[in-house]
């Protein structure tokens, strides 16, 4: 960071603009995306497929976040603001005071093609209408940690560089390779044409996650909460679900992710 911090005292200064009403313009759309807080602008920083175009800092983190801030390019503005400035821009309290304004460099699934995953027995991850941002973001971060290759959504599923999906994936959202494919018929025909073993995760499935510890390529089906995959989808898969207690047959989609990947991880480990 060779700029220099830049003081900003008016909240409606225009080069903020990006950062303006921030849980507004979430609903509404920006250009961009917006990181908050550091434990995501760091992965941010790391990216070569996602870049930073400018950063707001509260005041009183500038210290804290040198070593941080030591790795933003060149070019890219760092604006420090106090308090009261930081928060009439964003239009709430934001307690971590560190937010970065940023962009789409390359295709997330460009570095991945789905045909390679296959070829070593990879495991991708499917969501399916999934269009609650936190679902997203922990589904994201339960790949990420059980090293999953990449995950595809069909057109419903909501768009994981939303603010909150990126905070609640711990930016594990600008390091997991991901693709939004169209029409879920369409993901599950090409995923069945390059070998994949196909796994809807469904409740009321009759078998367990045994098949998950066979190997070869996997690919794993997620429904949003309630309505499930349809019924269309999972006749064409194999359906699997979680042993749970008598009485109670569902859990978050993002835990039954978590579950079902970590199972896939120790298959794959053990091979190793």
């Known amino acids: 960071m060779t700029l220099g911090p830049i003081p900003i005292i008016d909240p409606q200064d225009a080069r903020l603009a990006a950062y303006r009403d921030v849980r507004e313009r979430d609903l509404v759309g920006r250009q961009g995306f ?3 807080g550091r434990v995501v602008i760091e992965p941010l920083l790391a990216s070569p497929r996602f870049r930073p175009l400018s950063l707001l800092v509260l ?7 040198a070593p941080v801030l030591a790795r ?14 930081f928060d009439g821009v964003a239009g709430f309290p934001v ?16 570095a991945t093609r789905l ?5 070593a027995g990879g495991t991708v991850v499917v969501a399916i209408a999934i269009a609650n941002h936190d679902n997203i973001g922990a589904i994201f971060r339960n790949a990420a940690a059980f090293g999953a290759d990449a995950i595809l959504l ?9 603010r909150k999906a990126i905070r609640v994936s711990a930016g594990s959202v600008f390091a997991m390779p991901y693709a939004r494919l169209g029409a879920a018929e369409g993901i599950l025909g090409e995923l069945l044409g390059l070998g994949f073993r196909c796994f809807a995760l469904a409740p009321g499935a009759s078998e367990g996650l045994a098949p998950l510890d066979r190997p070869g390529p996997s690919a794993l089906f997620l429904g949003a909460e309630g309505p499930g995959l349809p019924p269309q989808l999972t006749a064409q ?6 042993p749970m ?16 990947l970590q199972r896939l991880y120790s298959r794959c480990a053990a091979a190793d």
């Open 34 to 36: 917006i990181a908050e």
């Open 59 to 65: 005041e009183n983190r500038l210290a804290g976040l």
């Open 72 to 85: 933003v390019p060149d070019n890219v503005p760092v604006y420090v603001a106090d308090r009261q400035t």
């Open 95 to 110: 307690h971590r005071g560190f937010l970065a304004h940023g962009e789409v460099l390359a295709d997330p699934m460009a």
């Open 115 to 119: 045909q390679a995953i296959a070829s």
């Open 154 to 162: 069909d057109a419903t599923s909501c768009d994981p560089l939303y």
């Open 237 to 242: 898969m194999r359906s699997i679900a979680i």
């Open 245 to 260: 207690v008598p009485g109670f047959d569902s859990i978050n989609v993002a835990t039954a992710a978590a579950i079902a």
